[in-house]
């Protein structure tokens, strides 16, 4: 069993629609990040979060530490959202990445 | 674009050549971090260093794997005697220590082992 198992896999939107993008985890943790890759390989950190809730523009991010969660939201999703969200979790000095969810917003 | 540069950025190399890869961090982060990322999965940990001192291995990297960050800046990352199973894109990050720090990813380098 993977230690950061993302759901779905793969999500294809409609322009305009509120996604949700989810992760758990079962090793202990110093923070959790969500991360976006874009094709070609450039990953960029949208949020790292250790409780509670993050906002930024249309991007929320939200974690669960009893229930070891964490769910990244988009609103009013666009096209050029369109990349994969790869959720990752601080263990000791390293990050344990998840497989990655691969969004496709179409216009 | 992040501030850590990777060179090269696509490396095509025959079977049981050796190949050298090259991170630059943001110059005042004194962590340094190799990542692996094979086609539809997420990143995995490979080795970090604080400063030059390369503090953890992950057990992905056999004895063909070799990474120096000589004077705390730069690093590289040398692979010998190539195998198919090492192609993968081989992304690197740096940070500042510190729990709470965020790593900056490089844009890394694809290597393709025919």
């Known amino acids: 069993k993977n230690e950061v198992e993302q759901s779905p896999q793969n999500l294809t939107a409609q322009e305009g629609e509120f996604i949700t993008i989810n992760c758990s985890y079962s090793?202990?943790?110093?923070?959790l990040h969500w991360l976006q890759q874009h094709p070609g390989g450039g990953i960029v950190s949208l949020f790292m979060?250790?409780?509670g809730k993050k906002k930024h523009g249309r991007l929320i991010a939200t974690i669960n530490i009893q229930e070891k969660h964490s769910s990244l939201h988009i609103t009013a999703s666009h096209p050029r959202d369109s990349a994969v969200y790869i959720c990752?979790?601080?263990?000791?000095?390293?990050?344990?990445f998840g497989a990655g969810t691969i969004l496709r917003v179409k216009s | 674009d992040t501030g850590v540069s990777q060179d090269p950025r696509h490396k095509i190399t025959k079977r049981g050549q050796n190949v050298t890869f090259r991170c630059d961090p943001i110059?005042?982060?004194?962590?340094l971090y190799w990542y692996r990322q094979t086609l539809g999965q997420g990143p995995e940990f490979l080795t970090y260093?604080?400063?030059?001192?390369?503090?953890?291995k992950s057990r992905l990297l056999s004895d063909r794997f070799s990474a120096e960050r000589p004077k705390g800046s730069f690093s590289t990352l040398e692979i010998q005697r190539t195998e198919q199973g090492d192609s993968a894109m081989y992304l690197c990050?740096?940070?500042?220590?510190?729990?709470?720090?965020?790593?900056?990813f490089g844009p890394g380098t694809r290597l393709t082992v025919l």
């Open positions: 990050a740096s940070s500042l220590s510190g729990r709470w720090s965020e790593q900056f």
């Open positions: 090793v202990g943790i110093s923070a």
């Open positions: 979060l250790s409780s």
């Open positions: 990752a979790v601080g263990y000791g000095n390293k990050l344990v």
């Open positions: 110059s005042e982060h004194n962590r």
């Open positions: 260093f604080q400063n030059e001192a390369q503090l953890e």
